[in-house]
């Protein structure tokens, strides 16, 4: 049965002397996509899947990108604007 929803987690904890990120998860997303990453170290198994892992990334696999947040009266402009620029070729 795994974790419940409300006892999954995902923890990364950056080490600033080795330049890596320790990751910790119980998230079934989040393993799916650590596993392509990276090696993973299987915790906790169940049904032959893993449901606890532990696993090292570098530091530029995170990206800490800012979201930009658009109004809907900025999407509508944008739009505009790219609709502009696609009608003058």
């Known amino acids: 049965m795994g974790f419940s929803r409300e006892e999954q987690e ?29 090696a993973i170290r299987t915790l906790e198994l169940e049904s032959g899947k893993p449901i606890a892992i532990k696993c090292e ?9 800012k979201i930009r947040i658009m109004s809907e009266e900025q999407k509508q402009k944008n739009a505009e604007r790219l609709s502009k620029a696609r009608n003058r070729e």
Do not use: A, Q
């Open 10 to 38: 995902t923890s990364m904890v950056f080490d600033n002397s080795t330049g890596k990120w320790n990751v910790y998860s119980t998230v079934p997303k989040h393993i799916r996509k650590l596993s392509k990453l990276t």
């Open 57 to 65: 990334l570098e530091e530029k696999m995170v990206s800490m990108k």
